[in-house]
């Protein structure tokens, strides 16, 4: 009798495990892409090989973790904490901000400033997209001092950093999706995924050979038609393409357009005749930092910034319809109005 109660219980534990392992495995089902909002837009993963749903789960966790940390939206954020203690004390933070604040100041110096991770103020006073609206030459020219990626001191022996003037605010929306874009990459990669399109609204990677060994192609936003119209497509191994353009977040007032991507210098929506610059290379960090300081830069010094960077090239669209390349991209129009310029 014993015996026999032993034997049904075995048989219940067998049944119990083969159960949960089936359940398991019915959880972890692959999947070819899965959406979510975060970091204030949409983001696509689309993961061809291997794609189960724990892989998506764990990227998607990252991302929200990366958003918890770097959001200026997020009070309790490390990074809300380092503004709010602005011009009084150096605050320790989580070594994955104190990295990307490192790079942001790299990138800042790189471009000479066209980069600048301390617009906070001026993101605020413009309000684009929140309570937009066109601040007096006054308010703009008292924050400008507080706009000065110099005044960020970073202590790597003691993860702290502290922001030299009262007032002073880092904003990372023109590098931290970039940074999440990388993340979501290695996650993939580490989680045995071969071949995948990450898509953080507008940051692109796209990672691995496709399975029939052609290009990648990747469309560009056509700035002057809704989301999701292409102005045309480049094509290209495993690369990251990030673009920044004045057509996503911006505001219209007395007939003229103001867009959320600053000229740190001025204060004011940088403007000199670009439409979109998209850059192409191997890290979304450093293409998110670089497509923004590219804007700001414009065509000129910007081009001239993308040469000296190895793998590194660019796509231009301007307002006069024309577009620019630099010499590594295989780009095709779709969109017959725009144009191929010379250099
Ligand atoms: P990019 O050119 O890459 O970046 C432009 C953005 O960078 C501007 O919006 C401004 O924030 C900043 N910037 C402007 N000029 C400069 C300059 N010269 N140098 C450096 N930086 C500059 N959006 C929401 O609406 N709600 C949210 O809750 C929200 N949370 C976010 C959380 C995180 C962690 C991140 C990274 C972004 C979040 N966003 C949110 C989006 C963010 O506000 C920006 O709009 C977005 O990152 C812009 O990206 P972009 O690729 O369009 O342009
Ligand atoms: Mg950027």
């Known amino acids: 009798m014993k015996l026999c109660a032993k034997k049904i219980l075995a048989r219940c534990l067998c049944i119990f495990f083969i159960l949960n392992f089936l359940l398991l495995i019915s959880c972890d089902r ?20 291997q794609g189960k749903k724990s892989v998506y789960k764990n990227i998607f966790s990252r991302i929200q973790e990366i958003e918890k940390l770097m959001s200026v939206n997020i009070l309790s954020s490390d990074i809300s904490r380092i503004n709010a203690a602005a011009g009084k004390t150096p605050i320790n933070v989580h070594e994955d901000l104190f990295y990307v604040i490192e790079k942001a100041k790299y990138f800042a110096q790189l471009s000479e400033g066209a980069f600048d991770p301390t617009v906070g103020p001026l993101v605020s006073l413009w309000g684009i997209g929140k309570n937009s609206h066109i601040p007096s030459q006054e308010e703009i020219e008292n924050l400008l001092p507080l706009i000065n990626w110099r005044n960020i001191e970073l202590d790597a022996s003691a993860y702290t950093v502290f922001l030299k003037l009262e007032g002073m605010a880092l904003d990372l929306g023109a590098i931290a999706k970039g940074y999440a874009a990388d993340e979501a990459v290695r996650i993939a990669k580490q989680a045995g995924v071969t071949r995948g399109i990450i898509d953080l609204g507008g940051n692109v990677f ?35 393409i990030v673009t920044s353009g004045i057509y996503e977040r911006y505001f219209e007032e007395n007939g003229k357009s103001y867009h959320h ?82 250099e």
């Not at 959406?35 to 090989?49: D, H, N, P, R, Y």
Request: glycine residues 8%; negative net charge.
């Open 261 to 342: 991507i600053f000229d740190p210098f001025q204060g004011y929506p940088a403007q000199n005749g670009l439409l979109s610059v998209t850059v192409i290379t191997d890290n979304s960090m450093n293409a998110d930092a670089l497509s923004t300081a590219v804007f700001v830069l414009g065509y000129k010094a910007g081009s001239a910034l993308i040469k000296t960077l190895p793998g590194t090239d660019a796509v231009f669209i301007f307002e006069d319809k024309s577009i620019k390349t630099t010499a590594g991209v295989n780009f095709t129009i779709m969109d017959d109005s725009f144009y191929f310029a010379e």
């Open 206 to 240: 796209v990672f691995g050979e496709k399975k029939d060994k052609t290009l990648w192609k990747v469309g560009i936003q056509n700035p002057n038609e809704r989301r999701g119209d292409a102005i045309g497509f480049l094509q290209t191994t495993e690369k990251t």
């Open 30 to 49: 692959i999947e070819s892409s899965h959406i979510e909002e975060a970091l204030g837009t949409v983001c696509l993963v689309s993961l061809f090989e």
